[in-house]
Nanobody, 119 residues
Framework: QVQLLESGGGLVQAGGSLRLSCAASGSTFSFNAMHWYRQAPGKQRELVAG???????TYAEAVKGRFTISRDNAKNTVYLQMNSLKPEDTANYYC?????????????WGQGTQVTVSS
C-alpha cells in the first residue's frame, strides 16, 4: 500500500525558511507528478507547487520566487524549499502523488504537516 509521509513543518518567524519533505513508500512505480497543496483554516485546499517526472515545475502566484519544488525520482521523494516565509503561508501542507499508465490512474495524499509563520 502506497503511503506518503511528510516532514519538516514547524513554527518559524516571518522571513525564515523551512524545507518540507515527502517520501513515498510501498510504491513499485514512479509517479507522473507530485505536488504540494496547502489548506489554511476556513479556506479551501490550494495547489502550491507541482513537479513532473521530467522536472517540469509549476507554482502558485503567491509563492513564485520564494518556494522551490524538487524531487528525487530514485527515492520517490519530493521536497519544498520555502524561503521568505510570510504569515499568510501558515497552513497545513499536504503532499499529493499522481500516477497514470493508460487507463490505470491513481492518486495519493499524505496526512499533512503544519507550517506556522509568526509575524
Amino acid at each position: 500500500q502506497v503511503q506518503l509521509l511528510e516532514s519538516g513543518g514547524g513554527l518559524v518567524q516571518a522571513g525564515g525558511s523551512l524545507r518540507l519533505s515527502c517520501a513515498a513508500s510501498g510504491s513499485t512505480f514512479s509517479f507522473n507528478a507530485m505536488h504540494w497543496y496547502r489548506q489554511a483554516p476556513g479556506k479551501q485546499r490550494e495547489l502550491v507547487a507541482g513537479i513532473t517526472s521530467g522536472d517540469t515545475t509549476t507554482y502558485a502566484e503567491a509563492v513564485k520566487g520564494r518556494f522551490t519544488i524538487s524531487r528525487d525520482n530514485a527515492k520517490n521523494t519530493v521536497y519544498l524549499q520555502m524561503n521568505s516565509l510570510k504569515p499568510e503561508d501558515t497552513a497545513n501542507y499536504y503532499c499529493h502523488a499522481y500516477y497514470r499508465r493508460y487507463n490505470d490512474e491513481r492518486q495519493y495524499w499524505g496526512q499533512g504537516t503544519q507550517v506556522t509563520v509568526s509575524s
